[in-house]
């Protein structure tokens, strides 16, 4: 009686096991060993399995413990489903050979075989709980990368010139090497691909036009899995103009300030640039942000005429391109010119100058005519007097003479 008691007891103890207990198959995950960390070590399973005897009945006893898995068959695929099953980022590396020490009790998992996109070991195939042919020195370990490798994008210049060549870098942590950036724009088709062993990669994009404005992605991708980057974005504007200024009538000169122009004179600014675009304009701005006038670009330049300096036309001036096609494109403005309008002292000098030496030469006139005027009156007066000497000499001769 007392025997079919105790074998009753067993019986209902197992029952409430089978109820209340895990599957044999449901367990933890664990990295262990010599050097490891949350994230690397000996990759450890905790695991629920049950041993069988009988006497006239079979009865089944549970047991749970930590158990090891052996390297047969184990790479990279099946690191980067405990990677992800314990949240620490990607597989760096699938190592082998007790790298982190030999474990102890069971090897629960042999001939493990992944695809690399299962959640839990669970779901790889297998040879079968505790089925193995291997020893401890065949103990399987991981290397994770601790976080997703979210990439970085990093641009020379976020604003470049159209023609011009642009370099994207794309990066990872230092931790990770080995792998593939995908640079993509977040709109159209453009996307360039590049394997690298290391943990950056630069994408080289050549004689830029306008199809290359927009925003830029960086993806990695390792393990068949894919890591994108925030997005960054890239301006490509037309060429910067020059702008140049010329006074026709030599009224210019250039000083610390700017250019000093003399009131009255006229002056020209003359803008150009280099552009495929053969249907601009360009406009030219006044004290940085009035627009002061507009003209079409011919043989790419416009030039800005100016007859009469005047006080109004002191301040800055710039020039800037526009052209249209699919869309309204316009340059970066030209360094500006500051124009300064200088008082005529020169031209009035110089008019001064001009009446004075009007009034002496007037003067000189004057005095010569008065001169000559004198000169003459005096020669006049000494005929006189010579003829009237003459008359009285000839009245002596004829009175000596009897005449």
């Known amino acids: 009686m007392e025997g079919r008691e105790k074998r009753a007891l067993h019986f209902l103890i197992f029952v409430v096991y089978l109820v209340v207990s895990p599957s044999p198959s449901a367990g933890l995950l664990r990295l262990a060993g010599n050097g490891s960390t ?24 549970r047991y749970t413990s930590w158990g090891t898995v052996c390297d047969d068959g184990w790479d990279v695929k099946d ?12 597989a760096l590396e699938a190592l082998g050979s007790a790298y982190f020490g030999q474990g102890t009790g069971t090897i629960m998992l042999d001939d493990v075989d992944c695809s690399g996109s299962e959640t839990s070991l669970d779901d790889c195939r297998h040879r079968g709980l505790r089925t193995h042919d291997c020893s401890h020195s065949e103990d399987a370990g991981v290397v994770c990368s601790d976080t997703l490798p979210e990439p970085t994008i990093s641009l020379y210049s976020n604003e470049v010139t159209w023609g011009q060549d642009v370099r994207i870098n794309c990066s990872v942590s230092d931790k ?28 080289n994009l050549q004689n830029v036009n306008f199809d290359h404005d927009g925003l830029y ?17 890239l301006t490509v504007r037309l060429q910067i103009p020059s702008i140049s200024l ?5 009224g210019l000169v250039w000083g610390p300030e700017g250019a000093e122009i003399t009131r009255g004179y006229s002056f020209v600014f003359t803008c150009s640039i280099n552009s495929s675009f053969s249907s601009g304009r360009f406009i030219l701005f006044f004290s940085d942000s009035n627009i002061l006038d507009s003209k079409p670009a011919v043989n790419n330049a416009a030039s800005f005429s100016f007859p009469v300096a005047e006080y109004e036309h002191q301040g800055n001036y710039s020039c800037v391109y526009v052209t249209v096609s699919t869309r309204t494109l316009s340059s970066t403005a030209t360094a500006p010119i500051t124009v300064i309008i200088k ?9 001064a100058v001009t009446v004075v030496l009007l009034l002496l030469l007037v003067l000189l006139v004057v005095f010569l005519v008065l001169r000559r005027r004198r000169q003459t009156q005096l020669g006049y007066i000494h005929t006189r007097m010579t003829l009237t000497i003459c008359d009285e000499d000839d009245d002596v001769s004829d009175k000596r003479y009897g005449f």
């Not at 640079?183 to 996307?191: A, I």
């Not at 008082?343 to 008019?351: A, D, G, Q, T, Y």
């Open 343 to 351: 008082f005529p002292w020169m031209r009035l000098v110089l008019s």
């Open 38 to 61: 949350r994230c690397s070590g000996r990759v450890e399973i905790y695991k629920s399995y049950y041993n069988s005897y009988s006497y006239s009945y079979s009865y089944r006893y």
């Open 176 to 203: 990770l090497s080995g792998g593939t950036f995908i640079l993509q724009k977040t709109s159209g088709s453009f996307s360039q691909t590049k394997p690298s062993s290391t943990s950056s990669v630069t994408f």
């Open 79 to 90: 690191a980067e489903v405990v990677c992800r099953e314990l949240n620490c980022g990607i």
């Open 246 to 250: 010329t006074s026709p009538g030599a």
């Open 217 to 233: 992605q960086c993806q990695y991708m390792k393990i068949s899995r894919r890591f994108s980057s925030s997005p960054v974005g």
